[in-house]
């Protein structure tokens, strides 16, 4: 019989990656997946159902979407509150945002700045890139096609705003936007966030000093003390203040450090109804874990803060109690004081 020669440069074979349904590689082998499994085939009908509502009321590549939000504002408002379909996340979040109006009205100023132009911030950028989603199969492969396209999108909008140029905090949000659309699409979402195609515009989070989001920490400061006093009382005392958790969830939204199914579940609501969402989330989030925290140390207050429970994070409990949260108008149009507060 003959033997088998063996290349000892020879490769042995690849274990594939598991990889959850969002493409985010999987570190342990959890009784959650089995649960997944089930829920979903459990559920495989009724998302499919939702689908076919969602097809019918955005129209051929979103020709009916405009028509549909005027006629039934509520029932839009309602689907999106409910999770936009995953396959059809990417489409609707550029109808919803206003980008696709941009990207049709200008044709070629994507490639202009990606090809043409130079930016001051290229080497932040290419530094920064490796530490956007590391765990997803898209971005993990260095210089590899997500790499590139997260690069790309960055360096093109850091040219177009020169007055932002680019910040830590954008490549997160450019990252979520690249794993459900194309890079040219990324982009003109980001300029829509940026500039307020719809809602009001973010630019102000990441000038220098990062104003808009020492405003909204000043804002949710004052809307944690109005809807829960003992929590607030407790912060005052343990000298916690938004700053030392909450900034990144405004910077990012939510995109940064939580769970991805519930940040996606967050966008879609953040690209239709603002920014405000942002303060009803991270008011739900202390609500929810009120008893507990107002029990805790300086310590293990921030550690808490920083790491809310699993069971937290469930956006079918989480954003019905955020919805029912009314912020008060008087908190979300306070201005902060001059001279600003120093943000970590």
């Given at each position: 019989?003959?033997?088998?020669v063996v ?9 594939p990656?598991?990889v ?16 997944a ?11 499919e159902?939702?689908?076919r ?19 039934k ?37 994507y ?38 396209s ?11 705003d020169?007055?932002v140029g680019?910040?830590?905090?954008m ?43 020492q ?17 607030g009382e ?33 966008w ?8 405000k ?22 310590e293990?207050?921030?550690?808490a ?15 019905p ?15 902060l004081p ?7």
């Open positions: 019989m003959e033997s088998k290349d000892e440069n020879e490769e042995g074979p690849v274990v990656m598991r959850d349904r969002f493409g985010f590689v999987k570190q342990e082998h959890g009784p959650t997946e089995g649960l499994r089930s829920r979903s085939a459990f559920e495989y009908q009724r998302d159902r939702r689908i509502k969602w097809r019918k009321m955005i129209g051929v590549g979103g020709s009916d979407w405009k028509q549909y939000v005027r006629r504002p509520h029932v839009v408002k309602r689907r999106i509150r409910k999770g936009i379909p995953d396959c059809l996340r990417g489409l609707v979040w550029q109808l919803i945002s206003g980008s696709r109006d941009l990207l049709l009205l200008n044709p070629g100023v490639e202009q700045l990606i090809i043409y132009e130079t930016s001051a911030s290229e080497l932040d950028i290419i530094r920064d890139i490796s530490r956007t989603f590391p765990s997803h199969v898209f971005f993990q492969q260095r210089h590899g096609p997500g790499q590139r997260l690069y790309n999108v960055l360096k093109a909008y850091s040219v177009f020169r007055d680019y910040v830590q905090g490549g997160f949000v450019a990252g979520l936007l690249l794993l459900y659309m194309s890079e040219e699409d990324a982009f003109w979402l980001l300029v829509a966030l940026l500039k307020g195609a719809v809602h009001t515009p973010m630019e102000g989070m990441y000038l220098v000093g990062l104003p808009l989001v405003q909204y920490l000043f804002q949710f400061d004052h809307l944690v003390k109005e809807h829960m006093p003992k929590l407790h912060f005052a005392q343990e000298m916690i203040n938004p700053s030392m958790y909450a900034s990144q969830w405004f910077i990012t939204v939510f995109s940064y450090s939580f769970p991805f199914h519930l940040a996606l579940r967050i879609d609501v953040f690209l239709f109804e603002g920014v969402v942002v303060f009803k989330v991270g008011l739900a989030l202390l609500k929810y874990c009120h008893d507990d925290l107002v029990k805790l140390p300086f293990k207050l921030i550690h803060l920083r790491n809310f429970p699993e069971d937290a994070m469930n956006p079918d409990i989480l954003l109690m955020a919805f029912s949260i009314k912020a008060s108008p008087l908190s979300l149009s306070l201005s001059s001279p600003l507060l120093p943000c970590d």
